[in-house]
């Protein structure tokens, strides 16, 4: 049984540039979310997706941050033109009715130099 | 938003004592969820919670879903250099599909 899993683990990049995580959540879970976190704080959740529809987005989701997950499968979040404040830990979870509880991902190490 | 307040912020306490820690929310939420994060990794669920006035155990772990709905406590019995970590309370309210998280309890064991 494979648990939640995340690629990149660490991303260091340039402000301006644009950057792609990737998730892929436990096989048989169709629920899908997002969270960042950033130092010292709780998770904040960004998106969520029911199979491939994304039913939910936070106000946090500015209009340079994108997620897609086209095949109910994986999910991508794309951030477009970096920013220093974008540096957080980006994490992916999943879940599965009924119970809905969330298992998250080693997540994703952001750095926008 | 929600606000879910933990307390306490932080804990240094020695091995083998036991551990109490708690978190309130201004919402009544009808899922509670506790987790641990260590450093560079993601949150792993210790315990969920579902009924007001549900108490679940998971080994040394206790977690109690409060009458108000509006509180959830975890206990750690017999603490062990391994528990050291961040802990996090979350909850979900009625038809909600994300979680609210707390701010953490950061438990330091001392062997």
């Known amino acids: 049984d494979t648990g939640v899993s995340q690629d990149p683990r660490h991303k260091i990049t340039k402000r301006g540039q644009n950057v792609t995580f990737r998730c892929d959540p436990i096989?048989?879970?169709?629920?899908l979310y997002w969270y960042r976190q950033t130092l010292g704080q709780g998770p904040e959740f960004l998106t969520y997706f029911q199979n491939e529809a994304q039913l939910e987005k936070s106000r946090l989701l500015s209009d340079r941050f994108s997620a897609e997950r086209p095949k109910g499968s994986f999910s991508t979040l794309e951030i477009q033109r970096t920013e220093q404040g974008d540096s957080a830990m980006y994490l992916c979870?999943?879940?599965?009715?009924?119970?809905?509880?969330?298992?998250f991902g080693p997540g994703t190490r952001l750095t926008v130099t | 938003g929600q606000q879910l307040n933990q307390s306490p912020q932080s804990m240094f306490i020695q091995e083998g004592e036991d551990v109490s820690m708690n978190c309130t929310s201004s919402s009544i939420f009808n899922t509670w969820l506790w987790y641990k994060q260590e450093p560079g990794e993601g949150p792993v669920l210790l315990i969920a919670l579902y009924k007001a006035g549900e108490l679940t155990s998971n080994g040394r772990l206790t977690a109690q879903f409060g009458i108000t709905r509006k509180d959830s406590f975890l206990n750690i019995s017999a603490s062990i250099p391994s528990d050291v970590g961040i802990y996090f309370c979350a909850g979900r309210g009625t038809g909600a599909n994300n979680l609210f998280f707390g701010t953490g309890t950061r438990l330091t064991v001392i062997p």
């Open positions: 979870a999943s879940s599965r009715p009924p119970t809905g509880e969330q298992y």
């Open positions: 096989s048989e879970h169709n629920r």
